[in-house]
């Protein structure tokens, strides 16, 4: 059986602390950042330090190499959720920029046409005009 080392943000660790429990400490300190900011109405910079100080202390209350062992897989998951995040703001912001764009090109072809439509009246307006004066 393996040696349980303690819980952190509602995650219990093992001493084994596979990839997939430190990505559950990662998803559960984002969690409890965003309940942090939201019960104390803080921004979510100061909620993560917050989260980050809940981290050290159970980091410092494990023997040193535990500490430095989780520290650093935490680190190291934490930016690989950046990453991931980095790439779907770059994804979201290619679409929206198509999505401006398409809508930026239909209002330049609906201002052409009311543009062609209003010349197109103002001549008939024009011809009328004549027509009724020379009669």
Known sequence: MQNRLGVVFGV??????ANSN?????????KRTQ??????KISLNRAANLTH???LTFAKSLNPH???????????????AIMDCNESIGKLNETLGLAQ???IENE???LSVWGH?????LVLLIIGGLIFIVK
């Not at 309940?35 to 104390?40: K, S």
């Not at 439509?117 to 009246?121: A, F």
């Open 12 to 17: 219990v660790l093992f001493e084994s602390m």
């Open 22 to 30: 430190i990505q559950d400490i990662v998803k559960a300190k984002a």
């Open 35 to 40: 309940e942090i900011a939201n019960l104390e």
């Open 53 to 55: 100080k809940e981290l």
């Open 66 to 80: 535990a500490c430095e062992n989780l520290l650093s897989m935490v680190k190291t998951e934490q930016n690989l």
């Open 101 to 103: 764009s398409e809508a």
């Open 108 to 110: 330049i072809r609906q």
């Open 117 to 121: 439509t209003s010349w197109g009246l």
